[in-house]
T-cell receptor, first 111, second 116 residues
């Protein structure tokens, strides 16, 4: 079946260090979305990538969509304690409403 | 500008009881999705509904689980005869356009179900 794999499962960094999480899909995606979930909270939409090779930035966050539209990454520069949470990618196949979520990367930041 | 509303936020049930989870989509949204999240795991799609129609229930267990989205009122996810394995966070999301490409789903705060 359709799968979206996400690594690493956990990342523990010192405040100020960078952080990256990666998503890989078994099939080509029409678009990919990224969400952040704080402990005890709900997924909050961050961004959507649609085009092959697309790169988008939100302050310290950089999102990339691979050329083949099968992988994506989220990079956070100079992490802060407010970045703590689990980051999920969610891929959508062509002409489908269904989001296939990755298993998430849990980010912990040491102050 | 209310977002997606879910209630209750926490629900405790004993084995064999029924659980009813409610979701009111964001204003102007007519597409509702239910997801289940086990501790330390990602979200698993359960069901997709539009007003008065179930579009896709492929992720929902065939037995004990049902969902509806009536013409008036919130969407309901119903779990009959709950078992301990049903303990999870249940999230509802809504969107404006559903099947249209690029539609964004916005999530509610979730209902944390604990089965004793």
């Amino acid at each position: 079946g359709q799968q979206v794999m996400q690594i690493p499962q956990y990342q523990h960094v010192q405040e100020g260090e960078d952080f990256t999480t990666y998503c890989n899909s078994s099939t080509t995606l029409s678009n990919i979305q990224w969400y952040k979930q704080r402990p005890g909270g709900h997924p909050v939409f961050l961004i959507q990538l649609v085009k092959s090779g697309e790169v988008k930035k939100q302050k310290r966050l950089t999102f990339q969509f691979g050329e083949a539209k099968k992988n994506s990454s989220l990079h956070i520069t100079a992490t802060q304690t407010t970045d703590v949470g689990t980051y999920f990618c969610a891929g959508r196949m062509d002409s489908s409403y269904k989001l296939i979520f990755g298993s998430g990367t849990r980010l912990l930041v040491r102050p | 500008n209310a977002g997606v509303m879910q209630n209750p936020r926490h629900l405790v049930r004993r084995r064999g009881q029924e659980a009813r989870l409610r979701c009111s989509p964001m204003k102007g949204h007519s597409h509702v999705y239910w997801y289940r999240q086990l501790p330390e795991e990602g979200l698993k799609f359960m069901v997709y509904l539009q007003k008065e129609n179930i579009i896709d229930e492929s992720g929902m267990p065939k037995e004990r689980f049902s969902a509806e989205f009536p013409k008036e009122g919130p969407s309901i996810l119903r779990i009959q005869q709950v078992v301990r394995g049903d303990s999870a966070a249940y999230f509802c999301a809504s969107s404006a356009r559903g099947q249209a490409g690029g539609d964004t789903q916005y999530f509610g705060p979730g209902t944390r179900l604990t089965v004793l």
